[in-house]
């Protein structure tokens, strides 16, 4: 009698500790376009006085262009970091395909604003980031694509509809340009 008491004990033990294992397995990780980003501005602003940005705008029709040297790259990078799809509630709201240098994530969900995400790479890291949001709600749609190039280039295209208000289209880009040494006699 004690006999199948102990087996009982050392049964339910051990169903409780298998369960426990599978209740804090890893939870699924997308690529981290919050931890990418963070790295590239302190990569960037360590060396803003030799990085000169060709930025565009054009938005309505209306165009401007300026070389600047960016001062906050966390701001000027701040739309590609609102993008990230690393959150617990989000785990099971993208398929995920790719290979050894392509990576894609695509919504599940249509209520998602983040709906795909194509990270390229090779050997030497990140080659380029295509993003695409969509927003749709009574008063407001929105529509944009992101892209980065690692010191190439950079481009923000959003449409947005917005009711009474009407529509409105921006471009924004900037373009990488380094300072080279000078060189003296």
Not at 8 to 33: A, E, N
Not at 94 to 106: A, E, F, K, P, V
Not at 144 to 153: A, N, Q, R, T, V
Request: net charge positive; charged share 25%.
């Amino acid at each position: 009698m004690m006999k199948k008491y102990v087996i009982l004990f050392c049964t339910v033990i051990l169903c409780i500790s298998c369960h426990d294992r599978t209740k804090k397995q890893k939870p699924k990780q997308f690529f981290s376009l919050k931890h990418f980003f963070e790295q590239e501005e302190i990569r960037l602003s360590k060396t803003k006085k030799d990085i000169h940005i060709t930025k565009s705008v054009l938005h309505n029709g209306q165009f401007e262009r300026k070389n600047i040297i960016i001062q906050n790259w966390k701001n000027e990078l701040s739309t590609f970091i609102e993008s990230d799809i690393n959150k617990p509630a989000w785990r099971d709201s993208y398929r995920t395909l790719g290979d050894s240098t392509h990576i894609y994530y695509y919504a599940l969900d249509s209520n998602l604003r983040t709906r795909s995400i194509h990270v390229q790479k090779n050997i030497a890291g990140i080659v380029r980031i295509d993003i695409i949001n969509k927003t749709s709600n009574l008063l407001y749609q929105s529509h944009e694509h992101l892209i980065y190039i690692p010191d190439s280039i950079y481009t923000i295209r959003k449409n947005q509809h917005v009711i009474l208000l009407g529509n409105n289209s921006y471009l924004i880009s900037g373009k990488f340009g380094y300072s080279l040494p000078s060189i003296r006699p």
